[in-house]
């Protein structure tokens, strides 16, 4: 059977993308030194287990989905992702594998649980997807590794709340543990930590109750998923949105977990930066 080995989360932001291929340049540099030292634990817990499935839940942020039709929830059924021009500049880098007999898999036992998801064949992966991709696997290292991209909303109101995305990773979880092949799968939740990138409250960062959020998520999700949507984006900012995907990731964790790393930065690019390691207990 398919067993979850444990979960990943990482910030996702485009200038790292920028970034990843000048690691060893960027390395000492003193912007992006504390951020590069947070990757090193994670890379090695990853190359240590060894996952066959990573599946990442991420958001789209205009590349796939745009305004006009927005998916609260999206499951990647395609045998490739294909990285595409997001007007940052960040340069194309290899595409991802699919797998599509799990990602169907998925998406039958989503939808017997009353998750009326949208099912995508094709689908291009932004850099909600790429840049954790590329920081945890690196050197396009990924290609050892087949992925399924489940994509959330945090871009156009109304959002699902934290209860329901935490529910949506239960029920991957749940998914995940019937199927019948003998797969390690990594659960990836990107994006967060506290930022808001424009309006009034435009580098608003809020340190205490990311910290709170990042030990909460270990060993008491659940008081996190009592937040409402309001209360999310009153304490993290309007783009702190996206600490939703981290709860969904979490919510497919479904044993007791064990924190193998987490770092926490500020800033790049005025976000709060934080990255974390769970291991799932059998
Ligand atoms: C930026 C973009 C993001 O999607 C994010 O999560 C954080 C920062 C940015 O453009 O700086
Ligand atoms: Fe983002």
Redesign the pocket.
């Known amino acids: 059977m398919a067993r979850i080995v444990g979960g990943l989360t990482t ?5 790292i993308g920028n970034a990843v291929p000048k690691e060893q340049e960027l390395k000492n540099d003193p912007y992006w030194k504390e951020f590069w030292a947070a990757y090193p634990p994670a890379r090695a817990w990853v190359q240590k287990v060894k996952p066959d499935v990573a599946i990442v839940f991420y ?1 789209d ?1 205009g590349l796939n989905f745009f305004l006009d039709k927005m998916p609260t929830f999206a499951v990647g059924a395609a045998p490739i992702y294909r990285h595409a021009d997001e007007g ?1 500049g960040i340069p194309t880098i290899p595409p991802f594998k699919g797998d599509q007999e799990f990602s169907w898999h998925i998406i039958e036992a989503l939808v017997q649980d009353e998750f009326d998801i949208t099912t995508c064949q094709e689908m291009l992966v ?3 997807f790429t840049v954790p991709m590329s920081l945890f696997w690196p050197n396009a290292s990924y290609t050892d590794v087949k992925t399924i991209p489940v994509q959330i909303n945090t871009v156009q109101h109304p959002l699902p709340s934290p209860a329901r995305c935490f529910k949506l990773g239960q029920a991957i979880g749940r998914a995940v543990e019937s199927y019948p092949k003998d797969l390690k799968v990594v659960m990836i939740g ?3 930590l506290s ?1 808001q ?1 424009d309006g009034e409250r435009a580098g608003f960062i809020n340190k205490k109750f990311d910290l709170m959020c990042m030990e909460k998520i270990v060993n008491d999700p659940e008081s996190l998923t009592r937040l409402s949507m309001h209360d999310l984006v009153r304490e993290a900012g309007a ?1 702190g949105a ?1 600490f939703i995907l981290w709860l969904a990731m979490r919510g497919a964790l479904t044993g007791k977990v064990k924190k193998i790393h987490s770092s926490y930065h500020i800033a ?4 709060a930066t934080g990255v974390m390691v769970m291991e799932n207990a059998a």
Do not use: K, Y
């Open positions: 910030s996702h932001i485009p200038a958001n942020h940052w932004d850099h909600g990107t994006g967060g930022h990138l783009q996206e790049i690019s005025n976000t």
